[in-house]
């Protein structure tokens, strides 16, 4: 079966330092992964995606995520926090056989001044 | 403006009230969703469309009814609104070109409460 796992609904940070936001996947073929984010009153934006390429992705905004097929995660880090930051990020993965898209419970980041 | 559209974007209504939700896009694309947002439940897809005359069921489509009015638009009903559909409802789209990597684009969201 496929699965997405956020593992923390809330990550508080202060502004300037790093940020890390985790995913697990579990997957029976080779998935697509997305983060994508969420600015209150907004829609989903879509912040970086790995696609079998690079298994480092970067992003908008000095976001990154690296895929890693043994530890099945797609981790989501950004260096240096910034007040903007703060929305709900959601993981995603596409299963392509299936065409079936599978959404993490979301985490919500926190960016204190 | 936005290139997926969708209206209203806040309503309140009573139970046993018909609503429909719609949205539109400007991208071209042949593939169009809703889905449903509560927290802490990330989004669950309610039904799906690949175009004019194909309609598909998505995890949870009970008490919900669409229509694809044309390759742009795609609305969503609500026959008779209960308390628990008190949500926030995103359209989204995608094409041929974004199929192969599943990558959505998504409107601003239209948030319903019934009360």
């Known amino acids: 079966a496929q699965s997405v796992t956020q593992l923390d609904s809330h990550v508080s940070v202060s502004e300037g330092t790093p940020v890390l936001l985790r995913c697990n996947y579990s997957s029976s073929y080779s998935p697509s992964l997305f983060w994508y984010v969420q600015h209150p009153n907004k829609g989903l934006q879509l912040l970086l995606k790995?696609?079998?390429?690079?298994?480092l992705v970067k992003g908008i905004n000095g976001f990154e995520a690296e895929f890693k097929k043994s530890e099945t995660s797609f981790h989501l880090t950004k260096p240096s926090a910034h007040m903007s930051d703060a929305a709900e990020y959601f993981c995603v993965v596409f299963i392509t056989g299936g065409f079936k898209t599978i959404f993490g419970a979301g985490t919500r980041l926190f960016v204190k001044a | 403006d936005a290139d997926v559209t969708q209206t209203p974007r806040n309503r309140i209504t009573k139970t046993g009230k018909r609503i429909m939700l719609e949205c539109s896009q400007t991208k071209g694309h042949d593939r169009m969703y809703w889905y449903r947002q509560d927290p802490g439940l990330g989004l669950q897809l309610i039904y799906y469309s690949f175009d004019v005359k194909d309609i598909n069921k998505g995890e949870i489509s009970d008490g919900y009814s669409v229509s694809r009015q044309a390759q742009a638009k795609f609305s969503l009903s609500l026959e008779s609104a209960i308390p628990n559909q008190t949500a926030l409802y995103f359209c989204?789209?995608?094409?041929?070109?974004?199929?192969?990597?599943?990558?959505?684009?998504f409107g601003e969201g239209s948030r319903l409460t019934v009360l």
């Open positions: 790995y696609t079998s390429a690079a298994t």
């Open positions: 989204a789209t995608s094409d041929l070109t974004s199929l192969g990597t599943g990558e959505l684009f």
